[in-house]
């Protein structure tokens, strides 16, 4: 659905971004992460259309955002980090106004209706836009982008503003919009983007670091799995059957769970999931298993680790 190649934006001797390529298919919901003023907003501009691009190509859906801008921008709804708002018009003037501008051929009442009730505004769509709060208007802004039922959605820090039971809302949302829509999400709030997206893409300092899907982002950069074992028995004895697991490369005590149980952190070089190994290995020896999950470092570790310059 989106095809970006070699993009480079320069400002005189400064380049914001360099070389930055990816791909995003239909349905799927792109996290792109970074430190403020890592080119992220940058790179979102240059996608919509709003900026040109030093060099490089963008394609939405098969259409070159510059040489075919007007087929390329009506699959898009941006949100940019500003909210694009006539603080002086009602909600509702405001999104008949977006209705209009963007030449739509839905049923206009019923879809601006739709929209509202989707982004909680409905209750104030009679209110001027400059006497809402901040959370709102973001509200607002949002909807904005959905008019016209876009097939791409762009949004540029969609939850700034926005209280925390907002933002839950939120997530919920561009996670239910992702099954009809293509969506990337900015943000520098790591919470946000491990909780709404199917994929993660890094930008630092104008460069991609990184790409991987969200639970896959930390053993990427390991390059090995990490699995955590609460065991229920004697500690000496755990540790010696855990270290003698086909696939296990180091077996260590991480906390002390209760006064009989433990847990354990296991490595493994290999690519296959050592869990059932390990669930069969400790039932064998007669130890209760309390629970087995992956134990990959958090996603604050990757990103730390990528942006350590």
Known sequence: MIEVSNLCKSYGG?????????KVSAGEVLGFLGPNGAGKSTTMNIITGYLSSTSGT?????????????????????LPEVPPLYPDMTVLEYLDYVYCLKKVRLPKKAHLQEVMQLVK??????????????????????????????????LDEPTVGLDPKQIIEFRKLIKSLGKKHT???????????????????????????ADAKTNELSSVLEGKQRIMVEIDGDK???????????????????????????EYVLESDTEQDIRKNVFAAL??????????YNGQKTLEDAFLKLTAG
């Not at 400064?14 to 990816?22: L, M, Y």
């Not at 963008?58 to 941006?78: F, S």
């Not at 003698?244 to 006064?259: E, L, Q, Y």
């Open 236 to 262: 000496d004895t755990a540790l010696q059957v855990l270290r003698n697991i086909d696939g296990v490369t180091k077996a260590s005590v991480s906390r002390t769970v209760s006064k009989t149980a433990v």
């Open 58 to 78: 963008v394609k939405v859906d098969g259409y070159e955002i510059l040489e075919n801008a007007k087929e390329a921008k009506a699959k898009i709804g941006y």
């Open 283 to 292: 039932s064998k020896s007669g130890l209760a298993v309390l629970a087995i």
């Open 183 to 209: 969506v990337i999400f900015s943000s520098h709030v790591l919470s946000e983007i491990s909780a709404t997206c199917d994929r993660i893409i890094v930008i630092y300092r104008g460069k991609l670091v």
């Open 14 to 22: 400064n380049k914001a971004i360099e070389d930055v390529s990816f």
């Open 121 to 154: 505004i409905d209750d104030v769509q009679n209110r001027l836009i400059k006497n809402l709060s901040k959370g709102y208007k973001q509200r607002v802004g949002f909807a904005q982008a959905l008019v016209g039922n876009p097939p791409v959605l762009i």
